[in-house]
């Protein structure tokens, strides 16, 4: 690691003094990381453009997929996707600009239990009867909280976050090359509309001891400015805000939300949906594979 530490130093030396560009150093950087990784996932990958991100496929410890469906204008719109990889687990896609998409991954392995039976059998009624409870916790807890938040002056709810989330639907759908079992939970937070998919995708082993799967996570956030800049401006130009970068983070917000931009937006928010991110996420639900392999 110390090494490449080194390399990744030498070489960004050499390419700023060469007189590259900051594009071609992000492309030179993205070349090394995936060099370096040599089987493993680099670290980050910026793509360059749509045929790359296409023909990409994510090899993790645990499992394969290929990449959502990207298009030239992405790059045009949105300063194209990047990825970042944590460890063997955790991966992470994203646009650069105004974060309409975003796509998570996680692997896991796991002892056969009662819920993962439930599964194997197809009982839908069985999980949906568990996450209507926790909602009625989650209900019972931020109520309770609020009691105490107005008793004690305090500006925050902190149960506030997992109360506002709406369960649309929990279902079992199968994908992947092996037509896995996946338990697809669909929410919705009703104060800022972000809609988030997952889809927990399971494969057993023969003797039904033990559980690999991957969660496949889709964050849809709607890229229109107008409605989130009016309190963004207010709380960052805030004149009791002891922020040591106060009026710089002012500046900053007034210029993200200038006419242009929310115009901008506004038309974004229209190509950018959340069926469309579904639809171009597709190809990963298609293309993934779960590993053998039964050993942490």
């Given at each position: ?5 080194f ?27 995936i ?6 996932p680099?670290?980050?990958?910026q793509f ?12 993790g ?14 790059w ?11 460890g ?6 994203y ?16 002892k ?20 209507d ?14 009691k105490?938040r ?11 976050g997992n ?30 509309n ?24 889709l964050i849809?956030?709607?890229?229109s ?6 309190s ?47 639809n ?17």
């Amino acid at each position: 690691m110390r090494k490449y530490f080194f390399r990744y130093i030498t070489i960004f030396i050499l390419l700023i003094f060469t007189g590259c560009s900051s594009q071609q150093i992000v492309d030179s950087y993205t070349d090394l990381s995936i060099k370096l990784a040599g089987n493993r996932p680099p670290a980050f990958v910026q793509f360059k453009d749509a045929d790359e991100m296409n023909q990409y496929q994510f090899d993790g410890k645990n499992f394969t997929v290929l990449m959502p469906l990207a298009e030239q204008e992405d790059w045009k719109n949105m300063e194209g996707w990047h990825a970042g990889f944590h460890g063997e687990n955790l991966s992470t896609l994203y646009f650069y600009k105004y974060g309409a998409y975003h796509i998570e991954f996680y692997s896991f392995l796991h002892k056969w239990t009662d819920k993962d039976k439930e599964l194997a059998n197809g009982n839908e009624e069985f999980f949906k009867k568990k996450e209507d409870a926790y909602f009625q916790r989650e209900k019972a807890a931020y109520l309770r909280e609020e009691k105490q938040r107005i008793k004690y002056k305090r500006d925050f709810n902190r149960r506030a976050g997992n109360y506002e989330i709406l369960a649309v639907s929990k279902h079992i759908e199968h994908h992947g090359k092996e037509n896995y079992q996946c338990l697809v939970n669909e929410t919705v937070r009703q104060y800022t509309n972000a809609k988030n998919k997952y889809y927990s995708c399971y494969k057993f082993n023969s003797e039904r001891t033990k559980v690999k799967g991957v969660e496949i996570k889709l964050i849809y956030t709607n890229p229109s400015l107008k409605e989130t800049c009016p309190s963004w401006i207010k709380k960052q130009c805030d004149p009791e805000s002891k922020a040591f970068n106060a009026e710089k983070l002012c500046e900053q917000a007034k210029q993200t939300c200038s006419e242009e931009n929310i115009k901008k937006t506004e038309q974004l928010s229209k190509e950018y949906t959340y069926e469309d991110l579904q639809n171009r996420a597709k190809r990963v639900l298609d293309s993934l594979y779960i590993k053998d392999g039964w050993e942490k």
